[in-house]
């Protein structure tokens, strides 16, 4: 299995409203990300989980709350959206080299399309 | 921190024809240099990678490479076909602590190649 798997593909939701993003791979990777994608723009890094520990966090609002529950799960969470998050968030996942500096290729998932009302 | 230019950012080439893209980075340290190529509505995907104790690498049609010196790393596709239509994202990797694992990408290149 070699694949990174998002859902739901696309979101709808409300400023005022509260709901998360999944992601799974079974590849035995031990690095996953979030990244965000605007249209025509390059994927943005929002968080980085290491061995189901948070590494990077590259300063993203706090409305966005991310969770590794385990080594084969990624979540974000969403509350209080603004219009302006709406986008693709793309999870990714890596094998991880367990040496710092070393970054193995990302698998992408799919992505789920986000839309703030 | 590290910062990636790409150019150009459209790129118009007929079937067969070659093309290619280049990208310079600035953090001298990063040592991990991959294109993603990204179709419409779909996710990016790694085409090619490099890394810094390289010069050069090559997948059947696709090539890659870098001079660290300048601090610059091409792609070059040859006889490319309608299906290489695509944006193309290069990225680099900086090293060090807190780093692992981070990707900066250029702004991309939208690739079109007429029939």
């Known amino acids: 299995d070699t694949e990174v798997t998002q859902t739901p593909k696309h979101l709808v939701m409300g400023m005022t409203n509260k709901k998360s993003l999944k992601c799974e791979q079974h590849?035995?990777?031990?690095?996953m990300y979030w990244y965000k994608q605007k249209a025509k723009k390059p994927p943005e890094l929002m968080f980085v989980y290491s061995y189901e520990k948070l590494s990077i966090n590259e300063s993203v609002p706090s409305r966005f709350s991310p969770e590794c529950p385990n080594s084969s799960l990624l979540n974000l969470h969403l509350h209080a959206l603004q219009p302006e998050d709406s986008a693709l968030y793309l999870c990714?996942?890596?094998?991880?080299?367990?040496?710092?500096?070393?970054?193995?290729?990302?698998?992408f998932g799919e992505g789920s399309r986000l839309t703030v009302l | 921190g590290e910062n990636v230019e790409q150019h150009p950012s459209t790129l118009s080439v007929q079937e067969g024809d070659s093309a290619v893209i280049k990208c310079t980075y600035s953090d001298s340290a990063s040592n991990y240099f991959p294109w993603y190529k990204q179709e419409l509505g779909k996710r990016p995907q790694l085409i090619i990678d490099i890394r810094s104790n390289v010069g050069e690498k090559k997948d059947q049609r696709i090539a890659v490479t870098l001079n660290k010196t300048a601090k610059h790393f091409s792609l070059h596709i040859t006889e490319t076909q309608p299906e290489d239509s695509a944006v193309y994202f290069c990225a680099a990797s900086p090293r060090g602590v807190g780093n692992t694992g981070k990707l900066i990408f250029g702004q991309g290149t939208t690739l079109q190649v007429k029939p």
């Open positions: 990714a996942s890596s094998p991880s080299e367990g040496r710092i500096g070393r970054t193995g290729e990302l698998f």
């Open positions: 590849m035995g990777h031990r690095a």
